[in-house]
Nanobody, 121 residues
Framework: HVQLVESGGGSVQAGRSLRLSCQLSGYAYFVAWFRQAPGSEREGVAAIDGDDTKYADSVKGRFTISKENAKNTLYLQMNSLKPEDTAMYYC?????????????????????WGQGTQVTV
């Protein structure tokens, strides 16, 4: 069982940056960031599978996902933010082998989720 707590959201102007953090209560091999705008489905933003990373096309070159294992913390550095990045951002984790599929395809089937942090651009 893993608990996740996001922080770092806020309201920023277009073109600026934000860094989201997600504190995990323990180690998880498969971790990811998702987002959900009002009236839209939850979409994958970025994921880490061990040392491999996966990004949605809409954020490639602007967002960077990283993990600090010693602190069990996941980050999402978001640069050059656009109004269409406005959403509730969630971190997710999974401990089972199915996580390979979840991270590779950025599907929202992860077993553990945080409460979310709002980003408004």
């Amino acid at each position: 069982h893993v608990q996740l707590v996001e922080s770092g959201g806020g309201s920023v102007q277009a073109g600026r940056s934000l860094r989201l953090s997600c504190q995990l209560s323990g180690y998880a091999y498969f971790v990811a960031w998702f987002r959900q705008a009002p009236g839209s489905e939850r979409e994958g933003v970025a994921a880490i599978d061990g040392d491999d990373t996966k990004y949605a096309d809409s954020v490639k070159g602007r967002f960077t996902i990283s993990k600090e294992n010693a602190k069990n913390t996941l980050y999402l550095q978001m640069n050059s933010l656009k109004p269409e990045d406005t959403a509730m951002y969630y971190c997710a984790a999974d401990l089972g082998g199915s996580g390979y599929c979840y991270t590779a395809h950025l599907v929202p089937d992860f077993g553990y989720w945080g409460q979310g942090t709002q980003v408004t651009v």
